[in-house]
């Protein structure tokens, strides 16, 4: 079964909009945490953001944030002020604490920002 | 910052060939991990690596596969003998410690199967 599910394969979205993609997760696990990547055409696999499931409030930093919901099983991740340099794959990714250490990860959502 | 290296960044081989990718985690991360992408997919988890022994593997890690950490430093992963389907990124990563600790990625190797 699909433990992380991303939805959009493909955004296009203008500079300096916000752009929200959306990830959901399934787990029976209490205790998780997720995770954004970005990958870029380079190939790296750069860590964005953390989101406990424990945690109060919404994950920030910067201009990324995390709109958590634990009911919905939803974690999307928020850009504001979109920028030519976002132009990337964005995957999210989940561990569960209570099974094992790796983490997994979604499909994976291409972004681009047109000027 | 504190990097995850990785060598070579792109191998070309024969089919039937092995290959050997290896890693230097970051210093005082305790926790291994190979990753691989092939072209376009998603990333998937091949195995994970810690007190010098695996601590889980995917089904995709079979008898083909081995991972070791010869030296302290270096953590590498070999393939006994490559198939087409072998083509892929191999991405190499480390963590402090699980729960709430970030795998920090290598820039990755890209492995092509001739």
């Known amino acids: 079964a699909q433990k992380i599910t991303q939805t959009q394969p493909g955004m296009f979205v203008q500079e300096k909009e916000a752009v929200t993609l959306d990830c959901t997760y399934d787990?029976?696990?209490?205790?998780?945490?997720l995770f954004w990547y970005k990958q870029p055409s380079s190939g790296e696999m750069i860590f964005l953001i953390y989101q406990g499931s424990y945690d109060q409030q919404n994950a920030t930093e910067g201009r990324y944030s995390l709109n958590f919901q634990k009911a919905r099983k939803s974690a999307n991740l928020v850009i504001s002020a979109s920028q030519l340099g976002d132009s990337a794959m964005y995957f999210c990714?989940?561990?569960?604490?209570?099974?094992?250490?790796?983490?997994?990860f979604g499909k994976g959502t291409r972004l681009h920002i047109l000027p | 910052e504190p990097e995850v290296t990785q060598t070579p960044s792109h191998q070309v081989t024969q089919m039937g060939q092995e290959v050997i990718l290896r890693c230097v985690p970051i210093?005082?991360?305790?926790?291994f991990y190979w990753y691989r992408q092939i072209l376009g997919q998603k990333v998937e988890f091949l195995v994970s690596f810690y007190n010098n022994e695996i601590s889980e593997k995917s089904e995709i890690f079979d008898d083909q596969f081995s991972v070791e950490r010869p030296d302290g430093s270096n953590f590498t992963l070999k393939i006994r003998s490559t198939k087409l389907e072998d083509s892929a990124m191999y991405f190499c990563?480390?963590?402090?410690?699980?729960?709430?600790?970030?795998?920090?990625f290598g820039a990755g190797s890209r492995l092509t199967v001739l």
């Open positions: 210093s005082n991360h305790l926790y």
């Open positions: 787990t029976s696990d209490p205790s998780y945490g």
């Open positions: 990714a989940m561990r569960e604490w209570g099974r094992d250490d790796k983490i997994i």
């Open positions: 990563a480390s963590s402090e410690d699980t729960g709430a600790n970030v795998l920090t």
